[in-house]
């Protein structure tokens, strides 16, 4: 089955940097890409997705990249915000059901 | 997107007892799901509710414990049996829509907590 690995585990930054959250995925089969906020005492948000047709997706301030030679995926986040501040999950899928990755808990200190 | 609602929000429970979570959904969809989520931890999956069928259990997850319906389209539920401590958990459901290419929403969860 799927593995997805996640990396770092916890992230802390300054209000205004960069934020990237990197993922690795293991059956080439996947081709669907879902990132997801989970704020304190809430469900996971979807935030951003990207498909295996494309390479890159930008949404404003988020972005995600795919490389699918190297079975890798990341999540960019520019001009970080306190509001930022949750966990991050990826997720990886082929068919219906994605394996998620462990989680990043990102922290923006004011 | 989807708007989806769990009742109860959250929860304490004395062991040994049960407790039948509720999702409903505000449009018809395909896919309904149930995950665990531990303190701290990722999402693991429970089961996939079908429509008028019994649930598709994940490795490890047995019906005895946590038996699942789903009536119709919009709605299911999730029964945590017998409760131990180890219970204790976001409990989430679910659900995808048809041709929405894998796009997977999530309710608010149900923090359970049992003593």
């Known amino acids: 089955g799927e593995n997805v690995e996640q990396h770092p585990s916890t992230l802390s930054v300054q209000e205004g940097d960069s934020a990237v959250i990197k993922c690795t995925y293991s059956d080439s089969a996947s081709n669907y890409f879902p990132w997801y906020k989970q704020e304190l005492g809430k469900g996971p948000q979807l935030i951003i997705d990207?498909?295996?047709?494309?390479g890159e997706k930008k949404d404003q301030r988020i972005a995600v990249t795919l490389n699918k030679t190297a079975k890798h995926f990341s999540l960019h986040i520019t001009e970080t915000q306190p509001e930022d501040s949750a966990v991050y999950f990826c997720a990886a899928s082929s068919r219906y059901i994605p394996t998620f990755g462990r989680g990043t808990s990102l922290i923006v200190h004011p | 997107s989807a708007v989806i609602s769990q009742k109860p929000s959250r929860d304490i429970c004395q062991r040994g007892t049960s407790l039948t979570i509720q999702c409903q959904v505000d449009?018809?969809?395909?896919?309904m799901f149930w995950y665990r989520q531990q303190p701290g931890q990722s999402l693991t999956l429970i089961a996939t509710a079908n429509q008028g069928s019994e649930a598709t259990y994940e490795s490890g997850f047995v019906i005895d414990k946590f038996p699942i319906s789903r009536p119709n389209l919009t709605f299911s539920t999730l029964t945590v049996s017998n409760m131990s401590p180890e219970d204790s958990s976001i409990y989430l459901c679910?659900?995808?829509?048809?041709?929405?290419?894998?796009?997977?929403?999530f309710g608010p969860g149900t923090r359970l907590t049992v003593l």
């Open positions: 449009s018809q969809v395909t896919m």
């Open positions: 679910s659900v995808q829509r048809q041709g929405a290419y894998n796009e997977q929403f």
């Open positions: 990207i498909r295996s047709n494309v």
